[in-house]
């Protein structure tokens, strides 16, 4: 059996390894898994579908520049969040970790693994697009703040609710050494 047969054949399960190990990495991992629901669940609806978009690409052999839009769709996520850079990126490279795995645990695949050098450089290839687009994201939401604070717009934005002015004052002022 060649490589790319087996990756065909074991595209399912490499898959759903690759999403769970990326949802994991969420404080609300339970909550991500096991909800399907795209309303209720934006971020493991997007995690999904951008993950089954970017393994679809690396199997058929696609260019960098056609990851983009799944990249996009993935990374955007991790961006505004509170992931460091490589945080956020890490779920790309875990992918060789993943199919590894799947590969290595079937004994009729687990030879292939070690024709596995070309696919990594590809997968290299596309965690440098990701942390490209990390650093696009961030600027973008630096910019914004700017914006808000140039603007004004941070004193709506930023002023907090009555409930939280509340719970301040009944804890007192905060020292600072």
Do not use: H
């Not at 399912?12 to 991500?32: C, G, H, P």
């Not at 779920?91 to 596995?116: A, H, M, N």
């Not at 603007?151 to 930023?158: A, M, R």
């Amino acid at each position: 059996m060649r490589l790319s047969e087996a990756l065909q054949e074991k595209k399912n399960k490499i898959l759903a390894v690759w999403v769970e190990r990326t949802l994991d990495s969420y404080a609300a991992s339970d909550f991500f898994k096991t909800s399907r629901d795209q309303i209720a669940n934006p971020i493991g609806a997007n995690i999904r579908a951008g993950l089954a978009s970017i393994l679809e690409l690396l199997l058929k052999g696609a260019q960098t520049d056609e990851y983009t839009s799944a990249l996009d769709q993935v990374v955007r996520i991790r961006a505004v969040q509170e992931f460091t850079p490589s945080q956020a990126v890490v779920p790309f490279l875990e992918l060789k970790w993943v199919i590894r795995q799947v590969l290595g645990d079937d004994k009729k695949t687990s030879s292939l693994v070690y024709d596995l050098a070309e696919f990594d450089c590809e997968i290299d290839r596309v965690a440098l697009a990701a942390f490209d687009i990390y650093a696009k994201c961030r600027e973008q939401l630096y910019q914004v703040r700017i914006q808000e604070l140039k603007s004004g717009s941070y004193i709506l934005t930023d002023t907090p609710c009555t409930s939280s002015l509340l719970r301040e004052r009944q804890r007192g002022p905060v020292k600072i050494n």
